[in-house]
């Protein structure tokens, strides 16, 4: 039983922190998102919609077949994620042509000029050579194995409990 409410916790924890880290690097540190970045972020909102309904129907039986959609949109950002990290090292091509983001505020026209160019195919900040495309893929991945893998002890835990 602890080892499925670790599960529960790791669903909401995971795309929580990760979707902070990247709002707070675009919004604190100026790391602009390119398209590929913003296709990561929308599978960790909806893991997170997950996530908060399976704790909400904790005792209900469909709240782990919740837990594991959740655990699967983590899995699908961080092979977003991977995919990016590709790109942004020169292994592949992109689907998609660079973005900018233009803030919605003043004058449309100046806003627009003035907008950053992100680009895909560039990665703006790197630790350890691994860009954060990098370590969302790194991160999700585990994180969704491991929520999966705690469900599935979890269970055959209190099957011989």
Known sequence: MALTRIAYALALIIPAALLGGALISQYVFGLYPCEMCMWQRWPHYIALGFAALAMALRNHELSKSIVVAAALAVLVSGLIGGFHAGV????WEGLTACATTVPASGDMLDS???AP???CDVAPWSLF???LAGFN???SVVGAMLILM???M??????HG
Do not use: A, C, P
Not at 88 to 91: F, I, L, P, R
Not at 154 to 159: D, F, S
């Open 112 to 114: 627009i000029m003035n």
């Open 88 to 91: 942004e090292y020169g292994w």
């Open 129 to 131: 050579g691994i860009s």
């Open 150 to 152: 705690l469900l599935t």
């Open 154 to 159: 979890g269970r055959k835990e209190m099957q």
């Open 137 to 139: 893929f790194l991160l």
């Open 117 to 119: 160019l992100v680009r």
